[in-house]
């Protein structure tokens, strides 16, 4: 079968669509016909070898999977071949303290589907039965494999790291990308109001189109001033923050009293510093979030199923034009997800 693997690491990395061999699942696992995978910012990571983890070569990339099983081991019997899946791209143990009461975020032996263990940028993957969540019928393959990641690591931080509620007034950063075009129409499904940032025109009207009522410019060092006013001077309760580095330094400039930020990614930077004087006056919460659990994935497909949260796919590509789309995710220029399909 092919594979587009990963070959060595380097901005840009060697890459090469290969033969390997055939994969035959263990006892309590599944093989799935990939139909669609989503390439997302840990790739580019794993790419330049730049994730806190050691990383084993050659490795397939990617995590956000949508297919078909193909094959069932011994033990997964609660799959079977047919079924249309998509997978949890935190793969968990499912039995130590954290997974038996449903915090698979949280799992102490968790691996990463496409960094761990080969992924899904091929024509075939293998992963544990627990990591299948049924794909409902009213979506397609692309719209699961958009969703998978991104919507999902939305929803686990706006419903179970934090609480978002009616009325709230949240910062969505980034509107253009896949947690924040899923994170402004979750708020916005739960009666929040919703402001965003974009770093063009185009992104902060498409932020508007999802829903956001606001939407700034993260390059004008006004924009947290901006917020400020716009809330009438009240600040945001909650600020979705997916970026980190300077972004995440600011976002607390345009936090209310009482307020949250919720972050994950830190695609801009890990180590940033803020105040800690306001930090504890205005006695604020900052709160980190990782992957998901199986209960925020089955809910966002729920949430897509019924029409109230849409995937926003930018572009899709054949696994044989894999390095074009990783081309496109090191410039940052897509709106929503860019797809691959074996
Ligand atoms: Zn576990």
Redesign the pocket.
């Known amino acids: 079968m092919k594979a587009f693997q990963l070959l060595s690491h380097g901005d840009p990395g060697t890459f090469a669509l290969q033969d390997v061999p055939e994969l035959a699942p263990g006892p309590g696992e599944a093989v799935v016909k990939v139909r669609a995978c989503g390439l997302n910012h840990l790739d580019v990571w794993l790419e330049q070898g730049a994730l806190p983890m050691p990383v084993t070569l050659p490795r397939t990339p990617g995590s956000e999977v949508a297919g078909e099983v193909l094959a069932v081991g011994d033990g997964g019997e609660a799959v079977r071949v047919g079924d249309r899946v998509v997978i949890q791209s935190n793969l968990?143990?499912?039995?130590?303290e954290?997974?038996q009461v449903g915090e698979?975020s949280q799992?102490?032996?968790?691996r990463l589907l496409g960094v761990d263990c080969d992924g899904g940028l091929a024509e075939v993957v293998k992963v544990p039965v627990g990591a299948l969540v049924p794909l409902p019928a009213a979506l397609d393959f692309e719209a699961g494999a958009a969703l998978t990641l991104a919507a999902s690591t939305a929803m686990h931080m706006l419903t179970n790291r934090t609480q978002v509620r009616e009325g709230d007034w949240v910062l969505v950063i980034g509107a253009a990308s896949g947690v924040g075009s899923a994170a402004i129409q979750i708020a916005k499904g739960h009666g929040a109001r919703v402001l965003t940032t974009g770093t063009t025109l185009a992104k902060r009207e498409f932020g508007l189109s999802l829903g956001a009522e606001f939407a700034v410019d993260p390059a004008d060092p006004a924009w947290p001033s901006q917020v400020r006013r716009h809330t009438g001077k009240h600040g945001v309760d909650l600020v979705v923050e997916h970026v980190g580095g300077r972004v995440l330094e600011q976002v607390f400039a345009c936090l209310a009293r009482n307020g949250t930020v919720v972050t994950c990614g830190a695609t801009a930077g890990r180590h940033p510093g803020f105040d800690l004087w306001p930090f504890f006056v205005k006695q604020q919460r900052l709160i980190g979030s990782y992957g998901r659990n199986r209960e925020d994935l089955r809910r966002t497909l729920e949430w897509a199923e019924q029409g109230r949260l849409r995937p926003v796919i930018d572009t899709v590509f054949p696994l044989a034009e894999a390095a074009e789309a990783f081309a496109r995710l090191r410039r940052g220029e897509m709106r929503g997800k860019l797809l691959v399909k074996p």
């Open positions: 968990f143990c499912g039995e130590c954290f997974c698979e799992c102490l032996k968790g």
